[in-house]
């Protein structure tokens, strides 16, 4: 069975300044998608930042980036520039692909989540 | 373009009580995972709807069950409630796409918090 294990409850960071946060997982597939998602206090589960195991480069997306060591099944995100915004609490997610028609998108496996405070 | 809407937003029930969620997918999306979350942890996934079927499930007893209607929205419902049911659920929807090695963003609701005393 897959995990997801997130090792920092809780982290802050200076408005401004780079922050990183950890992910790693535990899977015997070879082809797998990896996520990170930010929910902030509204409770509303955004999707940040996405990975494809099959891609060797790592995913950005703006101020967002992912570190992606498949070997040692590590996935971490670095926030540069963090904004006050960013504050949330972010998750780590790992997905098996589908493999027949009898249903769309395989389920999401969580971590257990790192609070992110971002301090002015 | 609305997302995906769940209602209610929070609830009260008591031990015993059965309770109905709701979720309307995101225009153009034609299935629906459930999720619950309990308090600082992350989402567990109940199981997924797609063409009014049940295709997935995850590790949840017999009182969780869902419906889906043809207009692709979807209902969770809980039996006998438990304090340990109290959570946040979440309702995610996403559209089939043919190839299989493909994925497809789910967008999330923002959820019903349940309360059961």
């Known amino acids: 069975a897959q995990t997801v294990t997130q090792s920092q409850p809780e982290m802050s960071v200076q408005e401004a300044e780079t922050v990183t946060l950890s992910c790693t997982y535990d899977t015997s597939e070879n082809n797998y998608y990896l996520f990170w998602y930010k929910q902030p206090p509204s409770r509303q589960m955004i999707l940040v930042i996405r990975?494809?195991?099959?891609k060797q480069q790592n995913a950005t997306e703006n101020r967002f980036s992912v570190n992606f060591q498949k070997a040692a099944k590590s996935f971490s995100l670095k926030i540069s520039d963090s904004q006050l915004g960013d504050t949330a609490m972010y998750f780590c997610?790992?997905?098996?692909?589908?493999?027949?028609?009898?249903?769309?998108?395989?389920?999401?496996?969580w971590g257990l989540g790192t609070s992110l405070a971002v301090n002015p | 373009d609305a997302g995906v809407t769940q209602s209610p937003t929070h609830l009260i029930k008591t031990r015993g009580q059965q309770v109905t969620l709701r979720c309307s997918p995101k225009s153009g999306h034609d299935t629906v995972s459930w999720y619950q979350q309990a308090l600082g942890q992350g989402p567990q996934f109940i199981f997924q709807?797609?063409?009014?079927?049940?295709?997935q499930r995850g590790n949840f007893p017999d009182r969780f069950s869902g419906h889906q209607f043809p207009n692709y929205s979807s209902e969770l419902n809980v039996n006998a409630l438990l304090l340990g049911d109290s959570a946040l659920y979440l309702c995610?929807?996403?559209?089939?796409?043919?190839?299989?090695?493909?994925?497809?963003?789910?967008?999330f609701g923002p959820g019903t918090r349940l309360t059961v005393l």
């Open positions: 709807y797609y063409e009014e079927e049940e295709r």
């Open positions: 995610a929807s996403s559209f089939i796409i043919p190839r299989l090695s493909s994925y497809n963003e789910q967008f």
């Open positions: 997610a790992f997905m098996k692909p589908r493999t027949s028609n009898a249903g769309n998108n395989r389920k999401l496996i």
């Open positions: 990975q494809e195991a099959y």
